[in-house]
């Protein structure tokens, strides 16, 4: 048994069995590159589903917690912090709204979204108590806690974890027809991904967002973007809603925002929205602490610049033209913005997983979703060869794995 078997072994004995990772054990990591423990490197083309967007370490980043480290880390929001106005001015400003309500994960930040749109549709739009509705879409992936999974339609996220939150409906991705026949006087939200993540890295059809923007504004409806995955930077724009100039009224960020370090999520909105939430009604006991608002500071200045969206959005053209230039059979589709691409199978050969598992022996790292596609999320920072010879081993497995299971 190698050291790498028994580290798993270990593991997997005392850790719960709520994750399937791919077999590498990751013990050291350094701008695109991880090492695992018996000294192997490889190429790191998942990013931790985007919260790698400046690389592992990036040495802004860690300076601003190693300073703050040395002076407080968590006061819980009983106390005011000299950090989190700063971040909260910092990331309002990136964002283009007027607030911020700072959380650490993800799943909080969409939780807190939801309660936000509640509270204004009965405070705000005139809602009658407990009626107000959210429309959602099919496909969807924004967490796992009980609420957000009671309109999840992925059975390994939904299944026997009922009975679920009422409140909401669901529309195909998409589908402009369908989310308009949807609204009635009881909506107060429609959440969106801007391009879907875990679906597969889908793209909305060309004016769909514009779409919504113009329906959600005509029927007094928050629109809201989970640009959790899609956002800072990702998809070849600060947020993936700038692809098409559109502005949501509550925007939820995470993954990135924390660079890498810790766990930082947050929702901006103008006040007329996030002016709803009064003292004692929402929180966390560390959201918004200083060690979290210093590496929140330090995102907002590297997304300040544009250098990472305009970089994103270069290399991530180019590796679409590379990958489809290939011509490779056996592939559905390859689709992407930005360094956010996905590889969709045909069905025809091997399995996401058992291609990814094939990247990994040559040191890649990628990582599939719902059986037949591979997604890769080089970090930003990712070096252009590096990236070339990424692409060359890519489309060496994808025709290998024509090869393989040709006549």
């Known amino acids: 048994m190698t050291i790498t078997d028994e580290a798993i072994a270990f593991e997997h004995e005392h850790c719960a069995h709520n994750y399937h990772p791919l077999p590498v054990v990751i013990s050291e990591a350094e701008g695109a590159w991880v090492t ?9 083309m998942l990013s931790a589903y985007s919260a790698i967007n400046f690389g592992h370490g990036h040495p802004d980043l860690v300076k601003a917690v190693e300073d703050q480290l040395r002076r407080v880390t968590l006061t819980s929001r009983a106390f005011h912090n ?3 106005g700063r971040f909260c001015a910092a990331l309002a400003r990136l964002a283009r709204h007027e607030a911020v309500l700072p959380m650490n994960s993800g799943a909080e930040g969409v939780e807190t979204a939801l309660k936000v749109a509640r509270k204004w549709g009965y405070q705000v739009k005139g809602v009658a108590h407990d009626r107000a509705q959210i429309v959602v879409c099919e496909g969807n992936f ?24 009422p409140g909401f409906v669901t529309v195909p991705f998409g589908d402009i027809d369908a989310l308009r026949a949807a609204i009635t ?21 060309t004016g769909y967002l514009e779409a919504v923007r113009e329906l959600c504004t ?7 973007a989970d640009e959790i995955q899609a956002g800072m930077g990702r998809a070849g724009a600060t947020f993936a809603c700038d692809l098409v100039g559109v502005q949501p009224d509550i925007r939820i960020l995470g993954k990135a925002l924390g660079g890498g370090i810790l766990p930082v999520s947050a929702v901006t909105a103008d006040w007329s929205v996030l002016g709803v939430i009064r003292p004692g009604e929402h929180g966390s006991t ?12 330090k995102v907002c200045e590297l997304m300040e610049t544009g250098v990472l969206q305009e970089r994103s959005k270069r290399l991530g053209e180019h590796v679409l033209r590379t990958l489809r230039g290939a011509e490779l059979p056996g592939i559905k589709e390859i689709r992407g ?43 930003l920072v990712v070096g252009e060869a590096d990236l070339d010879a990424a ?5 060496e497995v994808l025709a290998e794995d024509v090869a393989d299971t040709g006549p």
């Open 36 to 44: 695992d423990i018996e000294g192997r490197r490889y190429l790191d």
């Open 82 to 84: 000299d950090q989190l």
């Open 142 to 165: 924004h967490g796992r806690t009980t609420t957000i999974v009671s309109f999840s339609d992925d059975p390994s996220a939904r299944d026997d974890y009922g009975p679920y939150t």
């Open 185 to 205: 006087d009881d909506t107060v939200a429609f959440l969106v991904e801007p391009i879907q993540g875990e679906a597969g890295v889908v793209l909305p059809p």
């Open 218 to 224: 005509e029927r007094g409806v928050l629109m809201i």
């Open 286 to 297: 560390f959201g918004g602490n200083p060690l979290a608002a210093a590496v929140g500071i």
């Open 337 to 379: 913005s930005g360094l956010w691409w996905a590889v969709e199978l045909d069905g025809t050969g091997r399995t996401g997983r058992e291609v990814s598992l094939e990247l990994l022996a040559r040191g890649i790292l990628a990582k599939d979703t719902h059986t037949w596609t591979i997604r890769f999320a080089p970090p």
């Open 391 to 395: 692409l060359t081993t890519i489309i």
